[in-house]
């Protein structure tokens, strides 16, 4: 992903902001997650370098993630990845919760669930207040797209 694609540190930190309001309604983010935040702070205007972010690459494309948790799960991450066409980046929430699952008949696995499904209405709700305020998620390029094509119809 090259450095021209990123947000600015402005944008990135309205994604982070909108993320916390809902991740954490009513209440303060967890010591580990306000220590993320400070160190990120401390960046400044280029915060991409910085170690807090957690990089990894597939296909040649480096995702950026950050782990901000949320009230009920410490692992879920806002992820900054490039988009199908390459030509700018996306906001995306990393649940991080479907690389595991206990077995059917585990007395944990109802309340995995049960966190997983919280974890995807929180997640689709986030990208929802994100693609709201103009910041670019998979959804709001397909729906851009989209009124492109209906605005210039092909000949």
Known sequence: MGSESLPA??????????????????GEPTP???????????????????DVFEKTESEGRIQYGIRLGNAWYPHM????????????YLLRVDTHDHHIRPDRRSPEYEAFCEMQRRNSKLAAQIESAWAEKSLLTFKELLRRDLQYRADHPAK
């Open 77 to 88: 991450k806002l992820a900054v990845e490039k988009s199908p066409d390459s030509d700018s």
């Open 32 to 50: 580990m997650v306000k220590q993320r935040l400070e160190r990120l702070r401390a960046a400044g205007e280029w915060p991409w370098a910085d």
């Open 9 to 26: 540190a402005a944008e990135l930190w309205r994604a982070i902001e909108i993320y916390l309001a809902h991740a954490y309604p009513g």
